[in-house]
Each structure stands twice: as structure tokens, then as C-alpha cells.
């Protein structure tokens, strides 16, 4: 005879039967095998879910830049395109990589590479910018950054006459100097009012990477232009950081005419500006960017005789001067439209349409010299309550 019993162990339960010489012979219940079975599984589910969350970052391994000329092999068949090649500088490889925001060894974010891409195209050097990412192998991937040049060289020729005087003039630039993404640019012109002689250097990662430094002078027959002018700007959404200062101190005659546009005064004007600024990111979203941004902005207008002479007006301007501080919010969301054929053909532009917020507040306090404030107006750019200018 065999004699049955059930034995609760624990929690679960198990089906005892015991023999003729006393011996136990126990067997699971279905039903609970059936509930650890899940219960494991749904153990295992989750586990897995965590490690996927907490997955190591795949870095950048390598990045490979490849330059091409401005016309290529299936292009490169007339004369004209063959003499275009063999006079312009390819862009340097260096160059390239000092403008990417991304480098070997940082983290891998197809986000940051089309935003690389974007950077690129906006500058206005190439013809076709790609940056592809290869296949992800062992935690890594190699990226291959591909840009065709654009022709950069400018020439500009005007001529023409007017009220029995000859005007014209000439003004040679070119985009990309030598490959290095510098712009250069020299400009004669004369016209009934003055005779222009300029050149102008702009040059990128100036000290600092992403750093743009500005200089501009002229020599002009009644006056002249300094211009320089050290920038780093928010260069990506992820951009920590911003900042600017700038110089300006230009001198010229004006003029005012009479009816039928005849010479009627003279009298020279000298503008004075400098500004410092600095601004910093915010906590925001991905795919967003919020800034904080404060700076110092002076300007100054002078009147005087004019150095070349000629009819003085009945009374001069008065002088001027603003000198204010300010505070400016900028928020904004980074969604951009991919278009051909809008101010160029055969080259692809990115179009912002992503919403933007710009809020400028401005004061003059009474220790910047401002006899008397005149309240909150709208600018441009946000409010600004601007100084009386003083005599």
C-alpha cells in the first residue's frame, strides 16, 4: 500500500507520495512550475532592459577627411574648368578638421555630425559636404567626412559716370586663401564723393578653436576705417560658452544736396563703437539651447569740419553718445529643411524653420556719464532704454 500525503514548502507547493518502506517521492505542482517558469522570465526581461539602458557609448575611433576640387573627373573636361582646378587651393585636410565639432575619441552622436555637416555647408567654401558614419564594431566607429570645393575667387568691376565725373572701381577677393578658410579681399573705387582704398582679412580659429577674428582698414581720400573685431560664437547647440569684442573707429565727410542733387554742405563725422560681450548655455534639451549673454556697448558720434573742405552747414550735429549695458535671453529649437537650388544651383542649404526667442534688454545708468534716461522703446533685436545724447 502506498499512503499519500501533501507537504507545503514554503511557499511552494509539491505532490509527496511515500512507499512501503517509508521512502518520500516528490514531484512539483504544474501550475507552479508554470509561475516560476514566468516568474524567471520576467526576471530575465528585465535584466536585460537595464543592460541595453545601460549600454557603454560607442566613441569615435578615427575620422577620415576627404577633399575634392572644384570640378571633378566627369567635370573636369573643358578648358575653362581645367584652368579653374589648376588655379585654386584645395582646402587643407587641416582645415577641415579644426572647423568639425567633433574630433577622435569623443562620444558618437548622429545629431552632432549632421550639426557638423550643417556648419560646414553654411560657410560658404563648398560645393557638397557628407559626413557619414561607418559601421559600429566593438564599442567603436570610423567617420569619413567628404567636401568638394566651391570656386571662392570674387572679382568685382563697376564704371560709370554722373554729373561729368568718371566712377568705378575694382575689388579682388578671395574665400578661402590658400585653402585655410581665411577670406581676404582688397577693394579700390573713386566716385564724385571719395576715392576708397581697402583691405579687409577675415581668418578662422584665430587663437582659440571656433575663435573668428575681423580686421578691416581703409584709407580713404577724406578719412579713414579701423575694424577689428575677435569672436567666438555659440557654434553648436552643445556650445558651453560665447564670447566678442569689437572695435570700430571710422572717419568720413557727409554730404547733403539740394534739390536736383547738387552739393549743398560738408561736414565730417567720426563714429566711435566698442563692445564686449560674453554669454553662457543653459540647461535645455536635446535638440534645444537656451543662453544667458551680457555685454558692454559704447558708441560715439562726432561732428566736425570737413577735412576736404567745401560749404559748412548753418549748424552741425550734435554729438552723440550711448553707452549701456545689456542682458539678452535667446532660446531656440534646432530643425533645419535640407534644400537645393535656393541661392545657388547644384548646392545643397540648410534652412532654418526651428522657433527662436530673442530678448534684449539695454540700460544707461547716470555713472556712464548719461545726464538723463528716456525710458523703454523697441529695437530691433528686444528693448533698450538708450541714453539722451549729450552736446
Known amino acids: 500500500m502506498e499512503f499519500r500525503s501533501r507537504v507545503q514548502v514554503g511557499a511552494a507547493r509539491s505532490r509527496c507520495i511515500r512507499s ?4 518520500y517521492g516528490c514531484r512539483l505542482d504544474r501550475r507552479m512550475l508554470e509561475r516560476g517558469l514566468g516568474l524567471v522570465i520576467l526576471i530575465w526581461t528585465g535584466l536585460s532592459l537595464s543592460s541595453v539602458e545601460a549600454a557603454e557609448p560607442v566613441y569615435i575611433r578615427r575620422v577620415v577627411v576627404n577633399t575634392a576640387e572644384v570640378f571633378g573627373p566627369e567635370e573636369d573636361r573643358g578648358f575653362l574648368n ?12 587641416s582645415t577641415v578638421r579644426r572647423l568639425l565639432i567633433f574630433e577622435e575619441g569623443d562620444v558618437y552622436d548622429p545629431a552632432v555630425l549632421a550639426e557638423a555637416e550643417r556648419n560646414l555647408r553654411a560657410l560658404g567654401l563648398f560645393r557638397s559636404v557628407s559626413i557619414v558614419a561607418g559601421e559600429v ?9 567628404n567636401t568638394q570645393d566651391a570656386w571662392t575667387v570674387q572679382v568685382g568691376l563697376s564704371a560709370g559716370s554722373g554729373g561729368g565725373d568718371m566712377r568705378g572701381g575694382i575689388a579682388l577677393g578671395e574665400k578661402n586663401f590658400l585653402g585655410t578658410g581665411s577670406q581676404l579681399r582688397f577693394a579700390f573705387a573713386k566716385d564724385q564723393e571719395r576715392t576708397y582704398r581697402s583691405v579687409e582679412l577675415l581668418t578662422p580659429n584665430f ?17 579713414s576705417a579701423r575694424i577689428l573685431e575677435v569672436r567666438r ?3 553648436s547647440t552643445a556650445a558651453p560658452w560665447s564670447a566678442e569684442i569689437a572695435y570700430a573707429d571710422t572717419r568720413r565727410d557727409e ?14 563725422a567720426d563714429h566711435f563703437r566698442l563692445l564686449a560681450a560674453y554669454g553662457v548655455a543653459l540647461p535645455a534639451e536635446e535638440g534645444n ?4 549673454s551680457i555685454g558692454l556697448d559704447l558708441r560715439e558720434d562726432r561732428f566736425r569740419a570737413a577735412s576736404t ?6 549748424a552741425l550735429p550734435a554729438d552723440r553718445r550711448f553707452r549701456y549695458v545689456f542682458l539678452q535671453y535667446e532660446v531656440l529649437h534646432s530643425d533645419f529643411l535640407k534644400w537645393n537650388y535656393v541661392n545657388h544651383d547644384v548646392r545643397y542649404e540648410d534652412i532654418g524653420v526651428g522657433p527662436r526667442l530673442l530678448l534684449r534688454l539695454g540700460i544707461s545708468p547716470a555713472a556712464f556719464g548719461v545726464a538723463e534716461t528716456t525710458g523703454f522703446r523697441p529695437g530691433a533685436r528686444g528693448l533698450r532704454q538708450q541714453g539722451r545724447p549729450e552736446s
Request: hydrophobic fraction near 35%; charge should be negative; proline fraction near 4%.
Open 137 to 145: 564594431r566593438d564599442g567603436v566607429v570610423d567617420v569619413q567626412v
Open 289 to 292: 539651447a537656451s543662453r544667458l
Open 309 to 314: 573742405g567745401g560749404t559748412e552747414p548753418d
Open 255 to 268: 554730404f547733403t544736396y539740394a534739390e536736383g542733387g547738387a552739393v549743398q554742405s560738408t561736414y565730417g
Open 20 to 23: 512501503r518502506d517509508g521512502d
Open 207 to 223: 587663437l582659440l578653436p571656433f575663435t573668428t577674428a575681423h580686421v578691416l582698414y581703409a584709407n580713404n581720400s577724406d578719412g
Open 233 to 235: 560664437p555659440f557654434y
Open 82 to 93: 581645367r584652368g579653374a582646378n589648376a588655379l585654386h587651393v584645395v582646402t587643407l585636410e
